[in-house]
T-cell receptor, first 117, second 112 residues
């Protein structure tokens, strides 16, 4: 059973370009979470999705950022018109059911390191 | 604001010694989890403790939870070089079925 897959592992974009980060959850997991991590800091929650639905996007910036988890295929975190401040590691995690209240373990991917030039 | 805050921010100990990291949080929780992150990698789940539990063990790990003080500790006994990593606590609350909130982490270095 493959773990959570993220690609690309490293992504370099120039200011103003678009970044697309992909996440394939573990088999059988329908809950996906996206986090952002700056160097030497903890993970900041961005968005929580179930298949075809955004459940909680309270951590997503209001502009330029969007996420989806289609019925088929990976979850996508999309950043439009990237700026230097978007440079960070973006981690995806999945779980078989909701994590917060039930305390279900989240399984993390290796992350995508975005560098904006 | 961050729900969980770990201290110390950084800890360096000799191999074989015990390492203790603490996590404090602000609001009532339903559960608390500890994760480890090796440099440049994703997080790995270590252990979960629920709000009605006071202590849990898993191998060389021992976690305590004091809900009256809103704090938890992670003890790693007989540390090894491979334990060098960052350790994060993450809290789940009754009000949110979905997300868990991570603290800023403790960077642990084990000296050979």
């Amino acid at each position: 059973n493959a773990g959570v897959m993220q690609n690309p592992r490293h992504l370099v974009r120039r200011r103003g370009q678009e970044a697309r980060l992909r996440c394939s959850p573990m088999k059988g997991h329908s809950h996906v979470y996206w986090y952002r991590q700056l160097p030497e800091e903890g993970l900041k929650f961005m968005v929580y999705l179930q298949k075809e639905n955004i459940i909680d996007e309270s951590g997503m910036p209001k502009e330029r950022f969007s996420a989806e988890f289609p019925k088929e295929g990976p979850s996508i975190l999309r950043i439009q018109q990237v700026v230097r401040g978007d440079s960070a590691a973006y981690f995806c995690a999945s779980s078989p059911s909701a994590s917060g209240r039930e305390g279900n373990e989240q399984f993390f991917g290796p992350g995508t390191r975005l560098t904006v030039l | 604001s961050q729900q969980g805050e770990e201290d110390p921010q950084a800890l360096s100990i000799q191999e074989g010694e015990n390492a203790t990291m603490n996590c404090s949080y602000k609001t009532s929780i339903n559960n608390l989890q500890w994760y480890r992150q090796n440099s440049g990698r994703g997080l790995v789940h270590l252990i979960l403790i629920r709000s009605n539990e006071r202590e849990k063990h898993s191998g060389r790990l021992r976690v305590t939870l004091d809900t009256s003080k809103k704090s938890s500790s992670l003890l790693i006994t007989a540390s090894r070089a491979a334990d060098t990593a960052s350790y994060f606590c993450a809290t789940g609350t009754y009000s949110s079925a979905s997300k868990i909130i991570f603290g800023s982490g403790t960077r642990l270095s084990i000296r050979p």
